[in-house]
């Protein structure tokens, strides 16, 4: 059965190139330029996932998501935006979306990031206060502490929120601004750096199992893979 997509565009050109792509590639596509109009088309298609441009005339990407989260908490929510600000990833991810992707972008991502939120869909995230375990490690959220055969890793806040964000989005590619943008607040060139920087730190901390890699994605971000 293919992926039915509630695909959102205000750009009829853009928007005709993307779902003609989907659909040579057997997704199934319903696509809406007014936001006025997407909830009633939400209801009636009943879509796997719903990929929504942030600026529509008449009613916005959040709003639309909003009234979907009243209806539905489950169904995965990609927003699209040519927006950096930090306040509308943070607003996105507080209304109940499930990823971001910026403009512009390659079919391949959409198609990778859409797919990686169905693999997602009915996993419930770890809350804050747990303890998860990532392959031979034993990461403890709420103390920040991960563990090796017995040996503990005192972690800081960052590379803890690094850790649990990446191990969230696993199998899955997580975009470097987003990465920069929750966690310090803004996507310069010192905070880029600053991410490399512990990027190497946790690779090296999660060494001992060969069964975890942190894969850099060129251009775009990092994908956490438990093999």
């Not at 199934?28 to 909830?39: H, I, L, P």
């Not at 927003?79 to 507080?94: N, Y």
């Not at 964000?165 to 943008?181: A, Q, S």
């Given at each position: ?134 392959g031979a490690y ?25 850790l649990k964000l ?62």
């Amino acid at each position: 059965m293919s992926i039915k997509v509630l695909y959102v565009e205000d750009e009829l050109f853009l928007g005709k190139i993307d779902r003609e792509s989907l659909q040579s590639r057997g997704f199934d596509v319903a696509m809406e330029s007014d936001g006025q109009k997407v909830f009633a088309l939400f209801k009636s298609f009943q879509p796997d996932v719903c990929v929504l441009d942030v600026m529509l005339p008449n009613k916005d990407g959040f709003e639309i998501a909003e009234e979907i989260r009243s209806v539905n908490e489950m169904v995965p929510i990609l927003f699209v935006t040519a927006k950096t600000q930090t306040e509308d990833v943070v607003k996105g991810f507080t209304i109940g979306a499930n990823d971001y992707i910026r403009k512009p972008f390659s079919m391949e991502e959409l198609i990778v990031r859409i797919e990686n939120c169905m693999k997602r869909k009915g996993e419930k995230a770890a809350p804050s206060t747990a303890s998860i375990e990532i392959g031979a490690y034993h990461f403890n959220i709420h103390r920040q502490v991960l563990i090796f055969k017995g040996a503990e890793k005192k972690l800081s806040y960052r590379e803890g929120e690094l850790l649990k964000l990446l191990y969230e989005n696993r199998d899955g590619i997580i975009d470097r601004k987003e990465i920069m943008n929750l966690l310090w607040g803004n996507d310069s060139f010192f905070n880029s750096r600053n991410l490399d920087v512990y990027i190497t730190k946790l690779r090296s901390y999660l060494k001992e199992d060969e069964s975890i890699e942190i894969l850099t994605i060129k251009g775009i971000g990092y994908r956490f893979v438990l093999s």
